[in-house]
């Protein structure tokens, strides 16, 4: 992991083609890893994503007292559920549960599900940048089905305190506009209400996710219905399976690399990354398809091929698959005409506010580009040095380092920022593309 304050990224002058393998999913790591602690008896998760956002995630299930087993070599996790229930609560009758998050959004929003209706008292702590990201939501849905928060500092943000005493109502509703993370969060949690329970959506953001939470919960052994487009229905004596479970590569790490393709001008190859994967940046690979790249598949992973003719501009709706909405600004430029990315406005409520992360750098690598309601627009144009902010966020550092790649002093401000889910990211990038 790079610890320096500065990275400077090498402008390439001798391309080769790029073949490399990335670390398992963040999203789908975070699911198995609340998932297998729900279930009933031993599970063992492979190709194990281990970062920031995971450990802190793992040291949360920790100090609930779940078994757990850690080899960070083989990247193997083993963890040993109790059927919902919370070995904490049953220890320690009298006490409160003290959990910190730290700046892992995800396990933020499934372990304050888990525990809102779980019966139970606990205090949630996190980073001051997790401090500032949405909560209301699912917070506002939770108390609506009991359970009491108690905020220690701004109301409807971390930290604060959760009693429950398990849930009665048989329904919710939630807003996921700002985040899909929420709905996820009370889907998986569900199984611990005893009744059969409905949840009603309002919006439509990031369901690409949601369909991954959905399709997790049906291979654990839970069956989620949906009587109509807005509404998710769990039975009830719904109860994950204790499993063995392969956790997929990382699409959103891998677009990085195949974003390389058509700037470097190789082919790129990420190992074991498929078409038929859970994650639905897969669809970044249609945007570089649309952009004129020629994509292929074998039995050990997915190529991009660089366009013949150059790379094409267009308009493109990011909006189910937002985390690469980063790596298509960074593209942007080098493409032969304008390039709009559209329907990203939630990812002003993420890591930082993201469009503003676009615009600022973009703007001193001296490229044009504006944002309008929720649309960004990229004009193609000569860029030059300059320092990228990545205002602590990881998908700020490495997609904006994929300019680096054909620009002159391009440096990466706070690199160890990555650890949040790519601790090796540079490593990685230099061994693939330095000869």
């Known amino acids: 992991m790079k610890t320096e304050q500065e990275y400077l990224v090498k402008k390439i002058t001798d391309p080769h083609r790029i073949n490399v393998e990335v670390p398992g999913s963040k999203s789908i790591t975070n699911r198995a890893l609340l998932i297998a602690a729900m279930a009933d008896g031993t599970s063992t998760l492979k190709g194990v994503l281990f970062s920031d956002d995971s450990r802190h995630f793992l040291q949360a299930l920790i100090d609930m007292k779940f078994p757990v087993e850690v080899n960070e070599a083989q990247c193997t996790v083993k963890i040993t559920g109790y059927g919902g229930r919370i070995p904490y609560f049953e220890q320690n009758h009298d006490k409160e549960l003290s959990i910190d998050v730290g700046s892992a959004g995800t396990a933020a929003r499934f372990l304050t599900a888990y525990l809102g209706l779980s019966r139970g008292d606990s205090f949630l702590n996190s980073s001051d940048q997790m401090k500032k990201r949405p909560m209301q939501e699912l917070i506002e849905s939770l108390e609506n089905l009991g359970a009491e928060f108690t905020f220690e500092e701004e109301e409807n943000h971390f930290p604060y305190h959760i009693h429950s005493d398990g ?182 409520f993420q890591e930082c506010d993201r469009i503003h992360a676009i615009l600022s750098n973009l703007h001193d690598l001296g490229i044009a580009c504006e944002e309008k309601d929720g649309n960004i627009t990229i004009h193609p144009g000569t860029l030059h040095g300059a320092l990228i902010h990545t205002y602590e966020d990881h998908r700020v550092a490495m997609a904006f380092a994929i300019i680096g790649l054909k620009t002159d002093h391009v440096i990466i401000e706070n690199p160890s920022c990555c650890r949040k889910t790519f601790e090796n990211y540079f490593e990685t990038l230099e061994a693939q593309v330095y000869d």
């Open 167 to 348: 849930c009665q109502k048989e329904e919710t509703v939630v807003d996921v506009e700002k985040s899909s993370q929420f709905l996820s969060a009370l889907l998986i949690a569900s199984v611990l209400v005893d009744h059969d329970f409905t949840i009603h959506v309002k919006g439509n953001h990031g369901m690409e996710y949601v369909k991954m939470t959905i399709a997790m919960m049906e291979q654990f052994g839970v069956s989620v219905e949906q009587p109509d487009a807005g509404s998710y229905r769990i039975a009830k004596n719904s109860s994950y399976k204790a499993m063995d479970y392969q956790i997929e590569p990382d699409l959103s790490a891998a677009c990085y690399f195949y974003a390389m393709s058509p700037l470097l001008h190789v082919p790129a190859k990420v190992m074991h990354v498929h078409h038929n994967c859970l994650q639905g940046d897969i669809r970044f690979l249609s945007v570089l398809e649309d952009m004129g790249c020629e994509i292929s598949e074998n039995e050990d992973g997915i190529s991009v091929l660089p366009p013949e003719n150059g790379l094409k501009g267009g308009s493109f709706d990011l909006s189910g698959f937002s985390d690469q909405a980063l790596t298509l600004a960074a593209i942007a430029p080098f493409a032969d005409g304008d390039v709009t990315i559209q329907n990203i406005g939630h990812i002003r």
